[in-house]
């Protein structure tokens, strides 16, 4: 059974940093590419980033590029989203999501149940 | 950036009925266009890819269909289950998805 577990919401300043990690079991993790996306409370769903399975290739929302980083350790079956200048529009539950390849064209075949990022003075 | 836009907004139904949910892109995605269902609390659950491909376990009261700019997933026979937010979501060109539909009960 794919799992798919995040970690690492927390409350932050405005302009902080925070790591966030999702751990992948069930599935042979370092073959699938990998996406984090985000849903603002009471909104709907907003594309944050996505990964290659090698970690070679990546893709960012504009409204986030610059500030976050994506990147995997498939040794360590796990991918972490590097969140820095954080802002009031950030706070929203961030999902990672699992593609059905490894690359290219790629939908969200299982998500995550979703941690919890508050950026808040 | 291709934007997608779902219509209604919110869909008022009842048990048994068939509901169809429409979503528009702002340019054409072929037929790279999947549809989630989410509920209250929880992380969206894929159930149509590639337009019009059921996800392996998804009740087959579910269907979609579309290409190019105009798609529409239908509910044949609305059960208790179903009542939740869809969105559609094109994948051709980086990743968007729709606002949002709200199926409630009427």
């Known amino acids: 059974e794919v799992q798919l577990l995040e970690s690492g919401g927390a409350l932050v300043q405005p302009g902080g940093s925070l790591r966030l990690s999702c751990e992948g079991s069930g599935f042979s993790f370092s073959t699938y590419a990998m996406s984090w996306v985000r849903q603002a409370p009471g909104k709907g769903l907003e594309w944050v980033s996505t990964?290659?399975?090698?970690?070679?290739?990546?893709d960012y929302a504009d409204s986030v590029k610059g500030r976050f980083t994506i990147s995997r350790d498939n040794s360590k079956n796990t991918l972490y989203l590097e969140m820095n200048s954080l802002r009031a529009e950030d706070t929203a539950f961030y999902y990672c999501a699992k593609a059905p390849y490894s690359s290219g064209r790629v939908y969200f075949h299982y998500w995550g149940q979703g941690t919890l990022v508050t950026v808040s003075s | 950036d291709i934007q997608m836009t779902q219509s209604p907004s919110i869909l008022s139904a009842s048990v048994g009925d068939s509901v169809t949910i429409s979503c528009r892109a702002s340019q054409s995605v072929s037929s790279w266009l999947a549809w989630y269902q989410q509920k209250p609390g929880k992380a969206p659950k894929l159930l149509i890819y590639k337009a019009s491909s059921l996800e392996s376990g998804v009740p087959s009261r579910f269907s979609g269909s579309g290409f190019g700019t105009e798609f529409t997933l239908t509910i044949s026979s609305l059960q208790p289950d179903d009542f939740a937010t869809y969105y559609c979501?094109?994948?051709?060109?980086?990743?968007?998805f729709g606002q949002g539909t709200k199926v409630e009960i009427k």
């Open positions: 990964i290659s399975y090698s970690g070679g290739d990546t």
């Open positions: 979501q094109q994948y051709k060109s980086y990743w968007t």
